[in-house]
């Protein structure tokens, strides 16, 4: 292959190539990209990943299963290179086109001083037909790992990250060889896996990220793409040269065929790419910071300071009244809490708050006065009412459930999930609809703060003029133009963006919104591991995790439960108008020491050390998670079933503790190393030490 040229974002470095069949890229690290040395292969891989109805499939034995390298790929030749420089970015716009006169752009794009590039693809439509394609994806990487003509023997693992509902986030790390990506004997037969999710709940069995780790080199690949709907990940091995490609779910995986008409252009979902040395866990950590951007525009003063919230949820289970509106309240009075969120069941019927919602009509009987006595309350308690919504669904007890006109229909009848259907968000009567039930409901009442719900799934379509796939792909950016429109006429509005917990723990959702439900465990023993593992997904300033406090709790089970939302954000909830003056005062302590911690939550970086813990239910082992912002860390700590257990470092001062004294938990130096003693299990503390 022939070098085109050597581009350095920092400390990344990417170089490209003309091969005989199209052009490829490689990304390394800058410090040591004079050692890089392209694997050796039989074939060339592109940069640009897509396929044309009416152009071969790949072969090697891979139909049905993958549609990368088809003729329509192989048909690509360069055009040319075009670069485009801002005060703050760059961009390199890589244009291809195939044998029919069809552009294809790969853009690569910097944020000066980011250790994270945007990619994108673009497919234009030169012809005077209308052009299907059937694959598009929005990032290719290959040449992967460029430091050897051949990579050695279990060298290079694939890390993916698990989720279901209330297991948010478990890292799986797997060697190519044990996903059977080793070449063949003869570079005849591909090896293939391909992963990701079907439907509207895009982290719902993985999350869309994904790394390639080189343990000889300590280098990282690690992508992340913005995808609220259907994606796909295919790692791809034919023979030396180990691949990753991902973006929206293929026609073969997701239902998707899209038709291009003559002169439009179609556009991918944004991926995010960092490569460092170092593991998974730093490159996760380098892809979050793009996540600081849209968070600079907003600025919030009161998220700005990482308010802690009350949500009554784990109070009331879907049952608020006025009256306990008010008794929480009193409970509430001087605590230094800044939201108070009116979660689901504020408009429930006879049926209930999941078979009711869409009418968004304040419930008479759980709020006689509707709801001005209440909001007048909050906000004469000097706290900021929020109100909860699941936008795009309708119960199927609700008026709204009959509107079958302008619900997804899906073989000619209504979509129909469990208790829920679904509005057709492309139609404009629902987006006058929602206008009136929601955006004038949360201007006449001042709401401050909107917690936006999602709890099912479309799964892999719906009826509409095309696929499956790309009906789908329309409705979701429908809701997210929604969510664009409730911003500009409110721009003062905090969003929460939640689905049954984390199931759109995304980059587009989470770059749209303020921050995120961390997960639906709300009581569970397993909220730190979650808590802990969503650091490498997003931003622990937007990431709200539950504190349930119940009557009956100990100090030492309060303990556990605070000290879990030093990894992010408070969002309190339980028994709050049944709890003892002993309890209030943990409450407070840990209050005040997280006060101290702001800064570290919102712009430190994480350390996650803990043993290898196989249930999430029964946990054993330990999780001591450092957050370290310049001299100072915050080091918060989850005794399984330990009786000591030994911090990663050293220090020089302690600044303040959280959790110590009242649980008997002991502190020690032995030969220059420090431990803690457990009195129990399920134990959790927290310090904030100075390290010189």
């Known amino acids: 292959m022939q070098k085109l040229r050597t581009v350095v ?19 390394s690290p800058t410090s040591l990209h004079h050692e890089v040395q392209l694997p050796k292969k039989t074939k060339f891989d592109s940069l640009i990943q897509a396929k044309l109805i009416g152009d071969d499939y790949p072969k090697g034995f891979s139909t049905g299963s993958t549609m990368r390298n088809s003729a329509t790929v192989k048909s690509l030749r360069l055009v040319k290179q075009i670069d485009k420089q801002e005060s703050n970015k760059k961009e390199i716009a890589t244009i291809l086109a195939d044998d029919r006169g069809n552009h294809y752009t790969h853009y690569v ?33 290959s040449n992967l790992s460029p430091f050897y003509d051949e990579n050695p023997i279990g060298n290079l693992s694939l890390i993916r990250y698990q989720s279901k509902w209330s297991f948010e986030g478990r890292k799986t790390m797997q060697l190519l060889e044990d996903l059977q990506l080793e070449p063949s004997w003869k570079p005849s037969g591909v090896g293939l896996e391909k992963f990701g999710q079907v439907g509207s709940m895009p982290v719902r069995g993985w999350f869309p990220q994904a790394a390639i780790y080189d343990k000889q080199k300590d280098i ?29 779910a293929d026609r073969d995986y997701g239902h998707w065929l899209k038709a291009v008409m003559p002169g439009e252009v179609f556009v991918t979902p944004k991926a995010y790419l960092t490569v460092t040395c170092g593991n998974e866990a730093i490159a996760a950590q380098r892809l979050t910071k793009i996540l600081t951007l849209p968070l600079a525009q907003k600025q919030h003063p009161t998220e700005e300071d990482l308010a802690i919230q009350f949500n009554e949820f784990c109070t009331s289970w879907g049952r608020p009244t006025e009256a306990m509106t008010l008794k929480n309240l009193a409970a509430l009075k001087g605590k230094a809490i800044q939201y108070y969120v009116i979660d689901a069941g ?13 009418d968004w009509q304040v419930s ?39 509107f079958f006109e302008h619900l997804l229909n899906k073989d000619g009848q209504p979509l129909t999930v469990g208790n829920r259907r679904f509005w057709n968000m492309r139609d404009p009567w629902v987006i006058d609809y929602l206008q009136e039930r929601v955006i004038n409901f949360l201007k006449y009442y001042d709401i401050g703060y909107l917690k936006i719900d999602y709890n099912e799934n479309f ?28 911003q500009q006429q409110l721009p003062d509005l905090i969003i929460e963006n939640c689905s049954s917990g984390g199931h759109r723990l995304e980059y587009s959702m989470i770059q749209l919104t303020d921050l995120s439900s961390f997960s639906d465990a709300h009581e569970a023993i397993s909220v730190p591991i979650i808590a802990a593992n969503l650091h490498d997904h997003l931003l622990p300033r937007q990431s709200l995790i539950w504190a349930v406090i119940r009557k009956q709790d100990s100090p030492q089970r309060l303990f556990y439960s605070l000290i879990s939302t030093f990894l992010g954000r408070i969002c309190l909830s339980g028994d709050i108008n049944e709890l003892s003056k002993e309890q209030w005062k943990v409450i407070d302590d840990c209050f005040v020491f997280y006060d101290h911690c702001r800064p570290l939550i919102k712009d430190g970086t994480t350390t996650v050390v803990r043993s290898q813990i196989l249930s999430y239910r029964k946990p054993t082992g330990y999780q001591i998670v450092q957050r370290e912002l310049g001299d100072q860390a915050l080091l918060i700590i989850h005794n399984f079933d330990q009786t000591m257990v030994e911090l990663p470092m050293d220090f020089r001062t302690i600044l303040h503790t959280c959790g110590f004294e009242c649980q008997g938990i002991q502190l020690q130096k032995k030969k220059n190393k420090w431990y803690l003693s457990f009195p129990s299990p399920l134990m959790g503390c927290a310090m904030l ?4």
């Open 109 to 141: 794009s910097w944020q000066i001083g980011f250790p994270v590039i945007e990619t994108y693809v673009t497919f234009e439509n030169r012809t005077k037909i209308p052009q299907m394609l059937e694959m598009l994806a929005s990032f290719s990487l």
């Open 459 to 486: 799964g892999i379509g719906f009826d509409g003029k095309e696929s499956f796939g790309e009906e789908s792909r329309l409705q979701l950016l429908a809701t997210q133009a929604f969510i664009k429109r409730i």
């Open 364 to 402: 008479s009987s759980q709020f006689p006065n509707g709801l001005e006595t209440v909001i007048a309350a909050i906000k004469q308690h000097d706290l900021i009412p929020g109100i909860w919504f699941e936008i795009e669904t309708v119960g199927d007890q609700s008026v709204a459930s009959t």
């Open 689 to 692: 030490i100075k390290l010189r």
């Open 9 to 27: 974002f920092g400390d990344m470095t990417i170089d490209y190539y003309q091969s005989a069949e199209s052009v490829e890229w490689v990304l």
């Open 220 to 248: 990282t690949w690690a992508v992340s793409l913005a995808q609220p709907g259907s994606w796909q990940f295919e790692a791809y091995r034919l023979d030396e040269d180990f691949c990753l490609s991902g973006g929206l």
């Open 346 to 358: 504020w408009y429930a019927n006879q049926h209930g708050w999941e078979r009711s919602h869409g």
